[in-house]
């Protein structure tokens, strides 16, 4: 085998989750691949054992699994609880298999590079289909929104990019400085306004901020932050005035000012009814929850009488929110775990040298996008979100593991 190949082949394995990730169950190939390497190097090597890094994706794993093990028993949809709980053992190893990949020299940089190249194909790829209606996905896009490479009927460009843009936005401040940067944002920021997902403004917007304090530290990103806004808001008055449907989504996303609930409610796409009933759940089951995944079980039961969701023949599958999903469907054993396995990552970037919290950043921002609790979200006990989370936090792991010396606790 090539030195190459040998070199770099499991962290390309690595990055094929979320380039497939657009195209449905695909992106379960390479992860149970992975997986199943990380297994049996876990098995094979004892200092791979030993590792920090090889605990602390250990308890980032448990934080996120314990959470459905502990409300499978009494969970309302037993059978798809217990489903997840075995299915989702397929995340365990792939911390384990992502410090084995990045251990040789120029791992890492090459991780980063591979995934920026991915995020800029996937925005460049929305880009053509607004000035010309296609897109990798195929033909012309009849939703109200720019959707790329994840097509018409799959809305999740805006977020998804929002959460990987500082990837991004990092490696090409890096190779390029500002220059680099700039050329990073105007391919950002257009896409992401233009997808129409608000969480996607709210996640992009919380990058940029994210990348400049970081690169720049806080009175340098203040300043830089501020033009950054300036050329947003340009990009998004120009896509106004020439976008009917970005027009209809800033309409929708104002009318939260009117006060009233049903202003709120409108502005943000019928959620108020959702993250109610998502407190009652939690009430109704405090120890663990209704079971994860078993919110659309639940959710006739908390909707009034008029709910648009149950009146059009369905009901919210979601709570379209991380705390309020912890807590309506693993009650507060669940939430304490999440919350705990935040604090221990929070802990290891802390406890990081400098070197090592540099060359995680570009995870730890994304992860940070990702978790932010004052923005909605997809469900995490969901294929697609869970893959991008373990990924993110795989290659957070092997950047801790590999990076630099620890700083003294």
Same mark, same amino acid.
């Given at each position: 085998?090539?030195?190459?190949?040998?070199?770099?082949?499991?962290?390309?394995?690595?990055?094929?989750?979320?380039?497939?990730?657009?195209?449905?169950?695909?992106?379960?190939?390479?992860?149970?691949?992975?997986?199943?390497?990380?297994?049996?190097?876990?098995?094979?090597?004892?200092?791979?054992?030993?590792?920090?890094?090889?605990?602390?994706?250990?308890?980032?794993?448990?934080?996120?699994?314990?959470?459905?093990?502990?409300?499978?028993?009494?969970?309302?949809?037993?059978?798809?609880?217990?489903?997840?709980?075995?299915?989702?053992?397929?995340?365990?190893?792939?911390?384990?298999?992502?410090?084995?990949?990045?251990?040789?020299?120029?791992?890492?940089?090459?991780?980063?590079?591979?995934?920026?190249?991915?995020?800029?194909?996937?925005?460049?790829?929305?880009?053509? !289909?607004?000035?010309?209606?296609?897109?990798?996905?195929?033909?012309?896009?009849?939703?109200?929104?720019?959707?790329?490479?994840?097509?018409?009927?799959?809305?999740?460009?805006?977020?998804?990019?929002?959460?990987?843009?500082?990837?991004?936005?990092?490696?090409?401040?890096?190779?390029?400085?500002?220059? %680099?940067?700039?050329?990073?944002?105007?391919?950002?920021?257009?896409?992401?306004?233009?997808?129409?997902?608000?969480?996607?403004?709210?996640?992009?917007?919380?990058?940029?901020?994210?990348?400049?304090?970081?690169?720049?530290?806080?009175?340098?990103?203040?300043?830089?932050?501020?033009?950054?806004?300036?050329?947003?808001?340009?990009?998004?008055?120009?896509? !106004? !005035?020439?976008?009917?449907?970005?027009?209809?989504?800033?309409?929708?996303?104002?009318?939260?000012?009117?006060?009233?609930?049903?202003?709120?409610?409108?502005?943000?796409?019928?959620?108020?009814?959702?993250?109610?009933?998502?407190?009652?759940?939690?009430?109704?089951?405090?120890?663990?929850?209704?079971?994860?995944?078993?919110?659309?079980?639940?959710?006739?039961?908390?909707?009034?009488?008029?709910?648009?969701?149950?009146?059009?023949?369905?009901?919210?599958?979601?709570?379209?929110?991380?705390?309020?999903?912890?807590?309506?469907?693993? %009650?507060?054993?669940?939430?304490?775990?999440?919350?705990?396995?935040?604090?221990?990552?929070?802990?290891?970037?802390?406890?990081?040298?400098?070197?090592?919290? !540099?060359?995680?950043?570009?995870?730890?921002?994304?992860?940070?996008?990702?978790?932010?609790?004052?923005?909605?979200?997809?469900?995490?006990?969901?294929?697609?979100?869970?893959?991008?989370?373990?990924?993110?936090?795989?290659?957070?792991?092997?950047?801790?593991?590999?990076?630099?010396?620890?700083?003294?606790?």
């Amino acid at each position: 085998m090539p030195a190459d190949l040998r070199r770099y082949g499991p962290v390309l394995l690595l990055l094929a989750i979320p380039a497939l990730l657009p195209f449905g169950s695909a992106a379960e190939a390479p992860l149970l691949a992975a997986s199943l390497f990380g297994a049996l190097a876990a098995g094979r090597d004892p200092a791979l054992r030993r590792e920090p890094a090889f605990l602390l994706g250990t308890l980032l794993f448990l934080g996120y699994w314990l959470p459905e093990l502990l409300s499978a028993p009494d969970a309302l949809d037993g059978r798809r609880a217990w489903r997840e709980v075995a299915l989702d053992l397929r995340y365990l190893p792939l911390p384990w298999f992502a410090i084995v990949a990045l251990r040789p020299a120029g791992t890492l940089s090459f991780a980063w590079r591979g995934l920026a190249v991915i995020v800029a194909a996937f925005a460049a790829d929305a880009l053509l !289909q607004a000035f010309t209606g296609y897109s990798m996905a195929g033909g012309a896009d009849r939703s109200d929104r720019l959707s790329g490479v994840f097509g018409a009927d799959d809305l999740k460009l805006g977020p998804v990019l929002a959460v990987l843009s500082p990837v991004l936005l990092l490696v090409a401040w890096g190779r390029a400085g500002w220059r %680099g940067f700039l050329l990073a944002f105007a391919l950002l920021v257009p896409v992401v306004l233009l997808a129409g997902a608000r969480a996607g403004w709210v996640g992009l917007a919380l990058a940029l901020a994210a990348v400049l304090w970081h690169r720049l530290g806080a009175r340098r990103a203040a300043l830089a932050g501020a033009a950054c806004l300036a050329g947003a808001l340009l990009v998004g008055l120009l896509s !106004q !005035q020439f976008s009917a449907r970005f027009a209809e989504r800033v309409a929708r996303t104002t009318a939260a000012l009117s006060g009233d609930a049903a202003g709120i409610d409108h502005a943000l796409a019928g959620r108020l009814p959702i993250w109610s009933a998502a407190l009652e759940m939690g009430t109704d089951h405090p120890v663990n929850g209704v079971g994860v995944r078993g919110f659309r079980v639940a959710y006739p039961d908390y909707a009034a009488p008029d709910d648009t969701w149950v009146a059009a023949g369905g009901s919210a599958l979601h709570a379209h929110h991380l705390l309020l999903e912890a807590w309506s469907e693993t %009650g507060a054993l669940g939430l304490g775990c999440w919350l705990l396995a935040a604090a221990l990552g929070w802990r290891a970037w802390r406890r990081a040298g400098g070197a090592s919290r !540099q060359a995680a950043a570009p995870a730890a921002l994304a992860l940070l996008v990702m978790l932010f609790p004052l923005n909605t979200h997809f469900a995490f006990y969901s294929s697609f979100w869970a893959l991008l989370l373990f990924v993110l936090l795989a290659l957070f792991c092997g950047a801790l593991a590999h990076a630099g010396p620890r700083a003294p606790a």
